[in-house]
């Protein structure tokens, strides 16, 4: 099929197909189908990596495959129409994962001519893709390999002959299959999941790309129409006017904090009461310097920053944001924001993910200080609560995998407890493998859903905490959580196919599909989606994606809560006392598999709801599995 042949405007057309194991590759054209029924981004992954890739496979195998994909509004003018996302089976839950990072990455790709890149196999030696409009080459990387993300960056500007070139590269954690490692986009982060761990078992170390094309829509007027409309909400709202601008999304430590939501000491309390060293207002008097903005985004959330006289003097970031401050600071009992910007800049340089670097080293924390841990086990570092000092180097230990400690902590916190036992899998705040996010499952019941059933474990952008910290929804009761929850995953998983970022989702939800993301996959397309279709195909791509985990062998024993959120209740605080038992999470999920048409007793999608969706062939490969 030629670009021709393709009916819809907004996407490229085609895939890039990169075999690394042969060092060849070619164009593959996009099909109207896989737009129609997924979209882009994530969705348009999960149906590809679903018919490509065996069930058990090792995540850092040659079998595996990793996509980059953007979605048909990326390259746009449509706010916050720019994130490029990575989809692979992940090293740290085995299963589907996608992660997305904002930035410029993504539009490029776009401009350059593709919708995304399939990489297969496995190179034989280093190597790194270009990409310059029409022409390709994978091109040798041995000189890049040992290098940090920023050092990748610059030797590759210098090298190309350009600094407007958008690079995505792994670090040395990557190189070393550190199971979180993650890939750095400029200054942004395909953080969660371990897929910089995947691109390091191909001997992948980055891909740069450069493009001097444009994103055609259907209708030039009618854009132009639309986002004058859309600017005015982003203008109006105080959100994305007022607060976004101002503190980025730091805003979120003292608004959690003050619920009595904020992960303390590895999740032991949920109110800190120095949280205001850490705080957005804290951050702007201290280090930043000046706001910065994605592509096409006026919400300006990303702050530079720049760290003056002491120990971390001059450190340059963009950052921190809020989940690395939960990670890096508060889950390890301190509250100096210079330490945490210099510690999630070392966790980007280094290419592992801040959120999960911080959760490993607050469980490693509290393992010692119970002794489960002793100075053996952590190469001599007296691993307490409070050292702010011990963050930086406990953080090269785990990226380049070193001694007892380093090695322990790569492998994420699951295998981590695994290993040490002793009850340690009490307190490993994981789910299915990912650490939580900054956000509490204990005070919120229709997000403790959304963390327990989510295909990613931990990740907070399966479900969403907004509405019950908002006071939209009630947060004192479990009633009429399974629908709730199950629409917030639709509205994510096709927000994350189109792609759209979720920081502004009060423009585009918060609660479910809206008109106005619909209007906007239509007005950059000439689709004709309605406001149902949309969220059938949101259903879709759901239950696409659950049938991956279950062929992987999920079941509903899998949707749980670590042990601390179900028998625990918080200490202290406004939310003192709230806790999400284990009556109350089965309470849930009995509402949730039966919105959602899923067996009650295995959490199996049923093959009465896969053919609805149009999944007949899902329906009938499942049927093994039940």
Not at 261 to 288: C, H
Not at 427 to 453: E, I, N, Q, V, W
Not at 513 to 522: A, G
Not at 608 to 621: F, H, N, T, Y
Request: glycine letters at 12%; one cysteine or more; aromatic letters at 8%.
């Amino acid at each position: 099929m030629h670009r021709s042949d393709f009916r819809y405007k907004g996407y490229a057309g085609k895939l890039l197909r990169v075999n690394l194991s042969a060092g060849t590759w070619r164009d593959e054209p996009l099909a109207n189908e896989l737009a129609e029924g997924y979209i882009g981004g994530a969705g348009m992954a999960a149906r590809i990596l679903y018919d490509e890739l065996k069930p058990g496979i090792d995540p850092l195998s040659p079998e595996n495959k990793a996509i980059f994909l953007t979605g048909p509004v990326v390259g746009t003018m449509i706010p916050t129409a720019n994130r490029i996302g990575l989809y692979a089976k992940s090293p740290l839950t085995n299963s589907f994962f996608h992660s997305s990072a904002g930035g410029h990455f993504a539009p490029e790709l776009k401009f350059a001519g593709y919708d995304g890149i399939i990489f297969e196999g496995k190179a034989p030696q280093p190597v790194y893709l270009f990409i310059d409009d029409g022409h390709i080459e994978l091109r040798p990387a041995a000189h890049l390999w040992g290098m940090d993300t920023n050092r990748v960056q610059l030797a590759l500007f210098e090298e190309l002959g350009s600094e407007e070139i958008q690079i995505a590269a792994i670090g040395p954690a990557g190189e070393k299959l550190v199971r979180f490692a993650c890939v750095i986009c400029g200054c942004r982060a395909l953080g969660r999941g371990g897929l910089g761990a995947v691109l390091g078992s191909k001997q992948l170390k980055a891909v740069a790309v450069r493009g001097q094309g444009a994103v055609e829509v259907p209708d030039m007027q009618r854009m132009k129409l639309f986002l004058d409309e859309i600017f005015a909400r982003f203008n109006a709202n105080p959100a994305t006017a007022e607060i976004l601008p101002r503190y980025g999304t730091p805003v979120m430590v003292n608004a959690n904090n003050s619920l009595g939501l904020f992960g303390y000491k590895n999740w032991q309390d949920e109110f800190y009461p120095d949280a205001e060293g850490l705080s957005g207002d804290t951050m702007r008097k201290k280090i930043v310097k000046r706001d910065k903005s994605c592509f096409a985004c006026p919400a300006r959330c990303g702050k530079f920053s720049i760290v003056g006289p002491g120990p971390y003097e001059g450190v340059r970031n963009e950052g921190p944001e809020y989940e690395d401050i939960f990670s890096l600071g508060s889950m390890c009992g301190h509250n100096d924001i210079e330490v945490v910007s210099a510690a999630e800049r070392l966790c980007d340089d280094l290419g592992v993910d801040a959120i999960e670097t911080g959760v490993a080293i607050a469980f490693a924390m509290e393992c010692f200080e119970r002794g489960l841990l002793n100075l053996k086990d952590t190469d001599g570092i007296d691993l307490k609560f409070g050292r702010a000092d011990l963050i930086i180097p406990v953080i090269e230990k785990i990226a380049q995998r070193d001694g007892a400690l380093g090695s322990l902590l790569a492998e994420g916190v699951k295998r981590a407890a695994e290993k040490i036992g002793n009850g340690s899998e009490h307190f490993a705040m994981h789910g299915k493998g990912l650490t939580y996010a900054g956000h509490s499952a204990r005070g919120m019941p229709g997000f403790a859903l959304g963390y327990a059933t989510g295909p990613r474990g931990g990740s907070h952008h399966d479900g969403r905490p907004t509405g019950e910290r908002t006071g939209l929804v009630p947060r004192e009761t479990i009633e009429g959580k399974g629908e709730y929850t199950a629409r917030i995953n639709h509205l994510m998983i096709l927000t994350d196919s189109m792609i759209l970022c979720h920081l502004t989702e009060n423009i585009w939800g918060p609660l479910d599909i809206t008109d106005l993301v619909v209007r906007s996959l239509n007005i950059a397309t000439g689709m004709n989606v309605t406001l149902d279709e949309a969220r059938t195909a949101a259903e879709r791509m759901w239950n696409l994606i659950r049938a991956f985990s279950v062929r992987e062998g999920y079941r509903r024993e899998h949707d749980r809560l670590p042990p601390r959120f179900m028998e625990e209740p918080i200490k202290s605080g406004p939310s003192r006392g709230m806790v999400i038992s284990r009556q109350m999470l089965d309470d849930m999920l009995d509402q949730y598999y039966e919105f959602r048409g899923w067996d009650k007793q295995t959490g199996i999608p049923t093959a009465e709801r896969l053919k609805a969706l149009g999944l007949e062939d899902v329906a009938r490969d499942l049927e093994k599995y039940r």
